[in-house]
């Protein structure tokens, strides 16, 4: 039979009415240890149940309240809205950048197979995202950080 000795902590999640209970167990092979476990109201295994008894047995220990992990930027930019070629070239002009300056940019690249590909893309594509490495590519050239990408991105949204 699996034993709860202590309870170390309890987080609330996302879910209502569900729990992180960080708990010292002594599993069916009688070895103690300590993890987090998952505590559902309607789960009547393992040490489920036994958790739950003592949630109830004790109102007054601390639930840590659930916090939603916030994105990384990357997430963040891989969000953003697809831009067509006339917002991002807009959206360039807008900010005080030259489209020669895009073009030359693009001549600097040093790989002429590369040089070539992100030609034919910045010239023909009809949309770009965020995180096309294109994007960086310039964006580099440019001396521009991501956070002053991003702010133009979101500029050229409404262009």
Do not use: C
């Not at 960086?136 to 050229?156: C, E, F, K, P, Y």
């Amino acid at each position: 039979m699996t034993t709860l000795h202590k309870v170390h902590s309890v987080k609330a999640t996302a879910t209502s009415g569900v729990y992180e209970v960080d708990a010292t167990i002594t599993t069916l092979d009688e070895d103690v240890r300590r993890d987090i476990f998952i505590s559902r109201q309607d789960d009547p295994y393992g040490i489920g149940p036994s958790v739950r008894q003592w949630l109830e047995m004790n109102p007054e220990f601390p639930i840590i309240p659930y916090e939603p992990e916030l994105p990384t930027p990357e997430e963040v930019r891989a969000r953003m809205p697809s831009l067509t070629a006339r917002q991002l070239r807009l959206g360039l002009i807008t900010n005080g950048y030259s489209l020669s300056a895009v073009d030359t940019a693009i001549a600097a690249i040093p790989d002429p197979n590369q040089r070539e590909y992100r030609k034919v893309e910045w010239d023909y594509a009809t949309s770009f995202n965020r995180m096309h490495p294109l994007i960086a590519t310039v964006g580099a050239a440019l001396r521009l950080s991501d956070t002053q990408i991003d702010a133009m991105w979101l500029a050229a949204v409404s262009l």
